[in-house]
């Protein structure tokens, strides 16, 4: 089992930037892609980012695409999301998950294990 630890999130204006980030124990890191997920309130939860194992490859949700970067640091098992750009519709909990393999896979489904969720919310 994968236990998955997220910091970074806040409160920041449109048109700003936030950092995720979100670090792994208890599998090889780079042997699993790992996903940004992210909840509004009364919405279900949504794919927003996907890295495979080796980090050599990414996925977006479109409504993020040219604005968010996933990407990973396998040596500190760590993954992050670079938000930038931000706008008040990206307002949720976003969520890190670790996926049962090594491709990217952008059902929820295919992930074992979550992050707490961390709040981020974008004034207009």
């Known amino acids: 089992q994968v236990q998955l630890v997220q910091s970074g999130g806040g409160l920041v204006q449109t048109g700003g930037s936030l950092r995720l980030s979100c670090a792994a124990s208890?599998?090889?890191?780079?042997?699993?892609?790992m996903g940004w997920f992210r909840q509004a309130p009364g919405k279900e939860r949504e794919f927003v980012a996907a890295?495979?194992?080796?980090?050599?490859?990414?996925s977006y949700a479109d409504s993020v695409k040219g604005r968010f970067t996933a990407s990973r640091d396998n040596a500190r098992n760590t993954v992050y999301l670079q938000m930038n750009s931000l706008k008040p519709e990206d307002t949720a909990v976003y969520y890190c998950?670790?996926?049962?393999?090594?491709?990217?896979?952008?059902?929820?489904?295919?992930?074992?294990?979550w992050g707490q969720g961390t709040q981020v919310t974008v004034s207009s």
């Open positions: 998950a670790a996926a049962t393999g090594y491709y990217i896979q952008r059902e929820l489904a295919y992930y074992s294990s």
């Open positions: 208890g599998r090889t890191f780079s042997m699993y892609a």
């Open positions: 890295v495979n194992g080796l980090g050599s490859s990414t």
